[in-house]
């Protein structure tokens, strides 16, 4: 963002915007991370680990990543 005194609308909307996706990129890394260990088996694997492994496997967007995320109804290489 502009370091101004008087911000355009455009301005924070795209700081917001930019917000938003830190967000989902930070969410993603870290279940992408548990998802690994629960794979080679060092952490338990939870139901919400489970249910983003199915969603992988259908080639679909895991419901994690959604709550994050813009509504799409895209697959997961599309998306």
């Keep these: 963002m502009r370091k101004s005194d008087n911000p355009t609308s455009l301005d924070i909307f795209r700081a917001q915007e930019v917000d938003r996706f830190n967000i ?3 969410a993603m890394k870290k279940t992408l991370v548990d998802l690994q260990k629960a794979i080679k088996g060092t952490v338990v694997m939870s139901i919400e680990l489970e249910n983003m492994l199915n969603s992988f496997l259908n080639k679909k967007v895991p419901e994690n990543w959604e709550k994050y ?3 799409s109804l895209k697959p997961l290489s599309t998306w």
């Design 24 to 26: 989902l990129l930070k």
């Design 69 to 71: 995320a813009y509504p």
